[in-house]
Structures are given as structure tokens and as C-alpha cells.
């Protein structure tokens, strides 16, 4: 079954831990299916961010902790790797640019996720909709991409709109 890819942002550098322990209750509940995803922190003042795959939740048809890694390299290290390295995160970003993960949306995410906030990219299905908008209650994420159709995607920022 395919899967649905958003990218969350939040204003906080702790707002997608708090995002995932509700995803994970969620979870637990069987009103969404986590597949697979990486929280990404980035605390005021630090150089990087800091990167943790969601590994405890993953099934079938999750990325893996090799994609992750060079997916999170690509978007937030390659300025501080080597120029061999960089080389292989380029020829990735190649490769990812097939289903919609290209420069833009790279540059996008970069600009996005700075110093003093945080973001979440979550590979879920099986959502109930209006039962996973009830429990964000209070919580301030902002959609920055998603693999749904445009008609999805508008009906899922009204859903999550404050």
C-alpha cells in the first residue's frame, strides 16, 4: 500500500518530539499507520541540527535507515562533508529527484528548518482524518510538502488550519 510523505515544520525545537508521541498514541490506537520517519531538531545556537529515525514504530514498506541518513545528510550536512561524500549525497539527489524530492524541495527544507525550530517527515496510511486533527489540538505544525494530490493536500491544510 502506498504510503503518504509529509513534511512537518514546527516553530519549536521540541514541537515534532511532542508530534511524534502523538503520532505514536495514534498508533497505538489504530487511527493511523505509521510507516516510517526521522525527527529532526535544531536547538537555538547550535551548528546542526539533530536527527533521530523513528525506528520503533516501522513496518512494512518503511524507508530505512540508510535512506534516512542520506536523505537528513543531503538536507542539512552537506556543507560539512567531504567532497567525496557530497559527490554520493549529489548522485542521490539525482536519483530522488523521480518522485518529487529535487532541488527545490531540498532548498525549501533547508530554509525552513533553522536554528530554534523543528521538523518531522512521516510516512504514514490509514490516517482517520478528523480523529488525528483532534489530538493536534493545540499543537502548531506547518505542512511544507507532501505527496498527496493538490485537492488532498488543500483538504488536509484546511483540516490542520487554526
Known amino acids: 500500500m502506498a504510503g503518504t510523505l509529509t513534511v512537518w515544520k514546527f516553530p519549536t525545537e521540541h514541537g515534532a518530539h511532542d508530534a511524534v508521541e502523538t503520532l505514536k498514541e495514534l498508533h497505538k490506537q489504530e487511527l493511523i499507520t505509521i510507516r516510517d520517519g526521522a525527527e529532526v531538531s535544531w536547538p537555538e ?13 516501522k513496518g512494512a514498506g518503511a524507508l530505512g535507515g540508510a535512506f534516512w541518513g542520506l536523505f537528513l545528510g543531503l538536507l542539512f550536512f552537506v556543507p560539512l562533508l567531504g567532497a567525496a ?45 478528523d480523529r488525528v486533527h483532534e489530538a493536534f489540538a493545540g499543537q502548531s505544525g506547518e505542512l511544507i510538502s507532501t505527496n498527496l494530490s493538490h485537492a488532498e493536500e488543500a483538504q488536509l491544510r484546511e483540516v490542520f488550519a487554526d
Request: hydrophobic residues 40%; without cysteine.
Open 85 to 129: 561524500l557530497g559527490a554520493g549525497l549529489g548522485a542521490l539527489a539525482g536519483a530522488l529527484t523521480d518522485v518529487g524530492i529535487d532541488d527545490g524541495f531540498i532548498n525549501r527544507v533547508r530554509e525552513e528548518v533553522t536554528p530554534g525550530t523543528s521538523a518531522l517527515f512521516i510516512l504514514t496510511t490509514d490516517a482517520t482524518v
Open 45 to 57: 545556537g547550535a551548528k546542526k541540527p539533530k536527527t533521530h529515525q523513528l525506528n520503533d514504530v
